[in-house]
């Protein structure tokens, strides 16, 4: 059996010595690394082993010894347990500096770029109560309904009312609808059996509209009384402008499943962003940080510095949020997007905000935008908005083969970012400057938007 330099349940005295980038302190013993929860750099801490592996271990705080001067009062440790805040501990100045060298991190590590300008991270005035939309597991309890979130790597449910990073409003309406459910005497899912019926509740909240959309994620179509109980919601919660069941049969950790049922008023509700107006359906994707969004989208807009002449390609478009906001800059927009629903709403809300010259498209972006260069579309710029794995590498030969001037990107996940940023580099695409930009105070998730300008 192997040896290790710390063995489970075994109590030490360690230092502090660097953050992972998920926000855990490092502590060292004879080389062996040490990730320990809610303990930062420079503090000397007492610690309770609770795991040991090949390469590292984990530990927990029994006790601080000295406290780093960056410490900030913890609002709720379970904040830290669950997953939900795990930067909450630090205070909100050295959690935007910890974002800025995550992204010059992975420029040097990973994109050998270690000279490209990144910038200091732009956060919120007030960082915390800016979710504008929550998914909140359900699980019964001895006989009650209960809502919370799991701690972090189990399936054990730990019971929240005040989420610290949500709007209030929506931390309010979770309370009111799970205890409408209990009235009613709907069953949690139960995940070990597969048996029950309510899996998650799921809010959203306008920011500016304070309209809110509620979803009820079921295990089966059949829902007894279902209409009664978005009626009786809306009564309580007169913000309430949608109840949707969404149908979820499957045994998976996929919180949505594909078929949506209107129990109340509309099927979509009603935002604004940067002045524009936005419907917003049960899938459809919409940064859940609508002031931040604003910030990170003006940012893409200012990078790209666009002329009235622009052609632009809005690739992973959503419902359109990015392409509408510089449409009227521009000669003309064409969006593309996976997703029907999505585009579907895309179309809507260029008609709404009475654009005239976006274009939505249903497909990938890499073979959409062929097709596009095949009709004599050639972009001056593109702006992509992918998910956390970032580009795909046929993507990123056919966003070069359009030979657009300059390339926007905006980025949830540095490491995929840098790495796709050296791919374009080796097709003729230099990276001039990127700017982070804080979605999500309170957790080590990074925005940045990278200019990327084709080299001559």
Same mark, same amino acid.
């Given at each position: 059996?192997?040896?290790?330099?710390?063995?489970?349940?075994?109590?030490?005295?360690?230092?502090?010595?660097?953050?992972?980038?998920?926000?855990?302190?490092v502590?060292?013993?004879?080389?062996?690394?040490?990730?320990?929860?809610?303990?930062l750099?420079?503090e000397?801490?007492?610690?309770?082993?609770?795991?040991?592996?090949?390469?590292?271990g984990?530990?927990?705080?029994?006790?601080?010894?000295t406290?780093?001067?960056?410490?900030?009062?913890?609002?709720?440790v379970?904040?830290?347990?669950?997953?939900?805040?795990?930067?909450?501990?630090l205070?909100?100045?050295?959690?935007l =500096?910890?974002?800025?060298?995550?992204?010059?991190?992975?420029m040097?590590?990973?994109?050998?770029m270690? +000279?490209?300008?990144?910038? =200091?991270?732009?956060?919120?005035?007030?960082?915390?109560?800016?979710?504008?939309?929550?998914?909140?597991?359900?699980?019964?309890? $001895?006989?009650?309904?209960?809502?919370g979130?799991?701690?972090?790597n189990?399936h054990?449910?730990?019971?929240?009312? +005040?989420?610290?990073?949500? %709007?209030?409003?929506?931390?309010? *309406?979770?309370?009111?609808?799970?205890?409408?459910?209990?009235?009613?005497?709907?069953r949690?899912?139960?995940? =070990?059996?597969?048996?029950?019926?309510?899996? /998650?509740?799921?809010?959203?909240r306008?920011?500016?509209?304070?309209?809110?959309?509620?979803? !009820?994620?079921?295990?089966?179509?059949?829902?007894?009384?279902? +209409?009664?109980?978005?009626?009786?919601?809306?009564?309580?919660?007169?913000?309430?402008?949608?109840?949707?069941?969404?149908?979820n049969?499957?045994?998976?950790?996929?919180?949505l499943?594909?078929?949506?049922?209107?129990?109340?008023?509309? $099927?979509?509700?009603i935002?604004?962003?940067?002045?524009?107006?936005?419907?917003i359906?049960?899938?459809?994707?919409?940064?859940?940080?609508?002031?931040?969004?604003?910030?990170?989208?003006?940012?893409?807009? %200012?990078?790209?510095?666009?002329?009235?002449?622009?052609?632009v390609? $809005?690739?992973?478009?959503?419902?359109?949020?990015?392409?509408?906001?510089?449409?009227?800059?521009v000669?003309?927009?064409?969006?593309?997007?996976?997703?029907?629903?999505?585009?579907? $709403?895309?179309?809507?809300?260029?008609?709404?905000? /009475?654009i005239d010259?976006a274009?939505?498209?249903?497909?990938?972006?890499e073979?959409?935008?062929k097709?596009? !260069?095949e009709?004599?579309?050639?972009?001056?710029?593109?702006?992509? %908005?992918?998910?956390?794995?970032?580009?795909?590498?046929?993507?990123?030969?056919?966003? *070069?083969?359009?030979? *657009?001037?300059?390339v926007?990107?905006?980025?949830c996940n540095?490491?995929?970012?840098?790495?796709?940023?050296?791919?374009?580099?080796?097709?003729?695409?230099k990276?001039?400057?990127?700017?982070?930009?804080?979605?999500f105070?309170?957790?080590?998730?990074?925005?940045?938007?990278?200019?990327l300008?084709?080299?001559?």
């Amino acid at each position: 059996m192997k040896e290790y330099p710390v063995q489970k349940n075994q109590r030490l005295t360690v230092s502090i010595i660097d953050l992972t980038h998920e926000g855990m302190g490092v502590a060292k013993v004879d080389g062996y690394p040490l990730f320990i929860e809610n303990s930062l750099p420079g503090e000397e801490v007492e610690v309770l082993v609770i795991k040991v592996g090949n390469k590292f271990g984990f530990a927990k705080v029994e006790n601080w010894l000295t406290e780093s001067p960056d410490r900030q009062p913890i609002k709720d440790v379970d904040l830290l347990r669950t997953g939900i805040a795990p930067l909450s501990h630090l205070s909100y100045e050295k959690q935007l =500096e910890f974002k800025q060298e995550q992204v010059k991190n992975v420029m040097k590590k990973i994109a050998k770029m270690p +000279d490209v300008p990144v910038y =200091e991270t732009l956060g919120m005035e007030k960082p915390f109560g800016y979710r504008n939309k929550a998914q909140i597991p359900v699980r019964r309890v $001895d006989g009650e309904l209960m809502t919370g979130f799991y701690r972090k790597n189990s399936h054990q449910m730990i019971a929240i009312d +005040d989420y610290y990073i949500q %709007d209030p409003a929506i931390d309010e *309406a979770i309370s009111v609808i799970r205890n409408i459910l209990q009235r009613f005497d709907v069953r949690a899912y139960d995940e =070990e059996s597969h048996k029950g019926m309510l899996r /998650h509740i799921i809010v959203r909240r306008g920011h500016y509209t304070h309209e809110m959309m509620v979803i !009820l994620v079921t295990r089966k179509e059949k829902f007894f009384k279902g +209409d009664l109980i978005a009626e009786t919601i809306n009564k309580e919660l007169p913000e309430v402008v949608s109840v949707i069941q969404n149908i979820n049969e499957d045994k998976t950790n996929v919180i949505l499943g594909k078929e949506n049922r209107v129990l109340f008023g509309k $099927d979509h509700m009603i935002d604004k962003l940067l002045g524009n107006t936005f419907r917003i359906s049960p899938q459809s994707f919409f940064q859940v940080n609508t002031l931040q969004a604003e910030v990170l989208y003006q940012t893409a807009i %200012d990078f790209a510095d666009l002329k009235k002449s622009d052609v632009v390609i $809005d690739a992973y478009s959503g419902i359109g949020t990015i392409g509408i906001s510089l449409a009227n800059q521009v000669k003309d927009v064409y969006g593309v997007e996976v997703t029907r629903e999505a585009i579907l $709403d895309a179309q809507i809300n260029a008609e709404k905000n /009475h654009i005239d010259n976006a274009y939505y498209q249903v497909g990938k972006a890499e073979v959409v935008m062929k097709k596009w !260069l095949e009709r004599e579309i050639n972009p001056t710029v593109i702006i992509v %908005d992918p998910p956390r794995k970032g580009l795909a590498e046929s993507f990123i030969q056919s966003a *070069a083969e359009t030979k *657009a001037k300059k390339v926007v990107y905006i980025s949830c996940n540095p490491a995929t970012l840098a790495r796709d940023l050296k791919l374009f580099q080796e097709l003729g695409y230099k990276t001039e400057k990127i700017q982070p930009v804080d979605l999500f105070p309170q957790s080590y998730h990074t925005e940045a938007v990278a200019l990327l300008v084709k080299e001559k």
